[in-house]
């Protein structure tokens, strides 16, 4: 601990700095330490309650899988194009999706992945796996 408070000594000599004790919130991501258990535990739980009030699945029904058995369907007879606004929403949704598993959930990542092939042209099938996938968040968000 003294090499640590010499350290951020130092530093304070040189940069304008404020020690404000251990990390409990990092880049929108919760941050739980247990000394005792030597054990750290970072959650989104936050984040992912604010995507669900963003994309309006708040009340949605919970699925205990982020993908339908077979997967992702190629594209092609997909159903119908999204409209200009819809697909700028399917792109928000697939970039929040993709924050959350790089940061805390890689359970997600073939999916979003996946997903994240048709930003460019999503049709309404994609989108509602792409919504899935949120479901799926809202059942396991605390864990």
């Known amino acids: 601990m003294q090499k640590i408070k010499d350290l951020k000594g130092e530093l304070a000599k040189s940069f304008n700095m404020k020690d404000l004790g251990a990390a409990t919130h990092f880049l929108g991501m919760q941050i ?9 535990k970072i959650s989104q739980q936050a984040y992912i309650e604010k995507l669900l009030e963003r994309f309006g699945q708040l009340d949605a029904r919970e699925v205990a899988t982020p993908m339908e058995t ?8 997909q159903g119908d194009l999204l409209g200009a606004q819809e697909t700028r929403w399917y792109q928000a949704l697939i970039g929040s999706l993709l924050y ?4 805390t959930r890689p359970d997600i990542s073939f999916a979003v992945s996946s997903l994240g092939q048709y930003c460019a042209e999503p049709t309404k099938t994609y989108l509602r ?11 396991i968000k605390g864990s």
């Open 32 to 40: 739980a330490r247990n000394r005792a258990s030597r054990s750290l």
């Open 70 to 77: 077979g997967g992702i369907p190629k594209a092609g007879d």
């Open 100 to 103: 959350a598993a790089l940061m």
């Open 129 to 139: 796996l792409a919504v899935r996938v949120l479901r799926y968040l809202k059942g």
